[in-house]
């Protein structure tokens, strides 16, 4: 096609007669918009340069810039935001459509990124790797329920996204996908190599984002999973499961990250949690699900010494004493910065030393769900259930009951599991002080179900004895 007009683009002064000068504004819109379904990915641009009249046709007309292409090929990350900011003010107020031609899989999350704020506006989203589409959505998908879309999880997985580049089948590209429920919540799975950069990405508005490794090639470091973190203000679920990778010792302190509505944390099979919980202000967190993070080896050192890595004073036995240390040590620095409402603290197969649980629960006054597995508890933690004298002493005053300090004064249920370390005398002494007090002085705030579950030094009597004062709240699989 050789247009002309009234106007030349490179030269004002020219007048050039042909058959688009006469054309009527909306069908030239209506070309334009033909064009850009058939062109390149800056066919808006190319049009505009052609004369003064194109360019404003195609400046005031959002219809023109409603197809978004992105192309990774030869491009920085930063051109293709330039980009996506340009055509989505240029189609405002009108939905539009995103195109993104991959040649780099890592740049995805980057890219869509740019696009989720305004995620009330898509109408369709394509995306291809190569040849091959690896997601295209009915225009429906999104335009029907675009007044009350939210961006509810997001689930990254750390792993090659493209199993052989020389051998590509619809299995070995599907490396995105997205779905929206009836009630227009927006969930999306990416796999990518490594985290992005933050300089790299627009906010994530997602509520909740797991992030799970899949082997040590691809695991993360605590300071780039913490910098990710900081471009997810609006999170109130995260989860991270790893592969048990160490990072070694850092040579620099990772930056604090704020998320201020996050209410539940899941750490799972990592090595890197005193750094993680270090690093987080959670100031909403109310459920903390620490999962598998015995280690029967030695974690490297932290890379600076704070208050409470002295060794700890009880000596009790563990089979997993560096992994104790990092957990309770990070789980202090979080309560200490913090100050959260925890009112579940759920750790599986997940341990501390004697010390870090006198600290922890001395300072956890509204928990009301403590459950533990595969812990090497003495009677010490146990006995830090039982109430204590204030002021010290034990017994009556005058006659009159003495006032009692309980620790964890709100709680409700407790799950002891394949915990083979404290006796079972320990524990009867403990509950039963711990509920004949609670049961009269606080009884809104006393033991309503314990579970206790293949614990060896628990035997029939302790159950029996333990059972006349808890009688159905006592439950012994």
Known sequence: MSPTCSEGGDNPAAALQGPFTHLPTELLIQIFVLCGRTGGPFTPL????????????????????????????????????????????RSFPLPFDVHVELTDCEALLPIISYFLPHIHRWRDLSITFGDHTVWKT????????????????????????????????????????????????????????????????NPLHFASIDIGESCLARAVRSPDLLSFLRRCPNLERFSFRGVCYEEGVLTASPPVVALPRLQTLILDSTCIQRSILSHLHLPALRALHLRQLNMDFLLDNYHITESGDSDDEAHDFSQSPSSDHHTGMGIRKLISRSNPPLEILNMGLSDMRTKDFSWIFDRLPHLRHFAIVGSDMSDKVIRLLKPVPIGGGEGEINGHPQEMRVRLPQLETLRLVSCQQFSGDALVDALTARVRYTDIVTPNQTLTRVVIASCNGFRPNHEEELFWHLRNRLHVP
């Open 138 to 201: 009915s225009p429906t998908n999104f335009f029907q329920s675009s007044e009350c879309l939210e961006l509810q999880h997001l689930d990254v997985q750390l792993k090659t996204p493209v199993a052989d580049d020389r051998n590509l089948d619809a299995e070995n590209v599907s490396f995105f996908s997205c779905t929206v429920s009836t009630v227009g919540q927006v969930s999306m799975e990416i796999a990518s190599s490594y985290l992005p950069s933050p300089e790299s990405l």
């Open 46 to 89: 190319d049009l505009g340069i052609v004369c003064r009249r194109w360019r404003e046709v195609c400046v005031s007309s959002p219809h023109v810039w409603q197809l978004i292409i992105v192309s990774t090929l030869s491009r920085s990350i930063s051109s293709i935001r330039t980009q996506a900011d340009l055509w989505i003010t």
